[in-house]
């Protein structure tokens, strides 16, 4: 089962602007298939920051923004707040196998 | 108000067998897929498995594929994953998740997991 690489952590002041990366294959991200980022709070449940790769459900506020080239994916966090601080999962479909939806390892943010 | 109810935290021993319920609220149950996702204690969001609540098929990770069943019950607006053989591995937190399908302009769309149940802890312990 392939799966999608984030690195484990990254951290920033408050008002900063972070990126945390996702970096696929040639059978999801980089196949055409588009990406999904989840924010989890502790104790919480995934919630939807993007999807698509590009664009925001209604409520996710515009200090949020995805990108997405090639084989990788980006998500972008503007003006760091102190409840940013979270897991953030990437999330794509794989054709490899069967096919079936991956995910990232995950990346903790840290607002200093 | 649209929710996904979990059934409670749950112990086996291994080689037993585990089922856990998802009852859907606030919404047409067989109008969204739902999905099995779980998250062992420090790792990933792994993908189990997709049901379509309308006509009941389902499609399987293949690495759970022979001991996984997704199963539901309409009446009930519920969904069920049953897991055999389990193992310490197995021991994690299972979610189901509401496939949510966002359009676009023209014919494009993108799925997305929208809503969550509040997770099930399953523990796997001799």
């Known amino acids: 089962q392939s799966v999608l690489t984030q690195p484990p952590s990254v951290s920033g002041a408050p008002g900063q602007r972070v990126t945390i990366s996702c970096t696929g294959t040639?059978?999801?991200?980089?196949?055409?298939?588009?990406v999904v980022w989840y924010q989890q709070l502790p104790g919480t449940a995934p919630k939807v920051l993007i999807y698509?790769?590009?664009y925001r459900p209604s409520g996710v506020p515009d200090r949020f923004s995805g990108s997405k080239s090639g084989t990788s994916a980006s998500l972008a966090i503007t003006g760091l707040q102190a409840d940013d601080e979270a897991d953030y999962y990437c999330?794509?479909?794989?054709?490899?196998?069967?096919?079936?939806?991956?995910f990232g390892g995950g990346t903790k943010l840290t607002v200093l | 108000q649209v929710q996904l109810v979990q059934s409670g935290a749950d112990v086996k021993k291994p080689g037993a067998s585990v089922k856990i319920s998802c009852k859907a609220a606030?919404?047409?149950?067989?109008?969204?897929?739902l999905h099995w996702v779980r998250q062992a204690p420090g790792q990933r969001l792994e993908w189990m498995g997709w049901?379509?609540?309308?006509?009941?098929?389902?499609k399987y990770s293949q690495k759970f594929q022979g001991r996984v069943a997704i199963t539901r019950d309409t009446s009930a607006t519920t969904a069920y994953i049953e897991l055999t053989s389990l193992t310490s591995e197995d021991t994690a937190l299972y979610y189901c998740?509401?496939?949510?399908?966002?359009?676009?302009?023209?014919?494009?769309?993108?799925?997305?997991?929208?809503?969550w149940g509040q997770g099930t802890m399953v523990t796997v312990s001799s």
């Open positions: 998740a509401r496939e949510v399908r966002y359009y676009g302009s023209g014919n494009f769309y993108w799925d997305a997991f929208d809503v």
């Open positions: 606030g919404y047409t149950f067989t109008t969204y897929a």
């Open positions: 049901l379509n609540t309308g006509d009941g098929r389902t």
């Open positions: 040639s059978s999801n991200i980089g196949g055409g298939y588009d």
């Open positions: 698509g790769s590009f």
């Open positions: 999330q794509s479909y794989d054709n490899g196998l069967s096919g079936c939806w991956v």
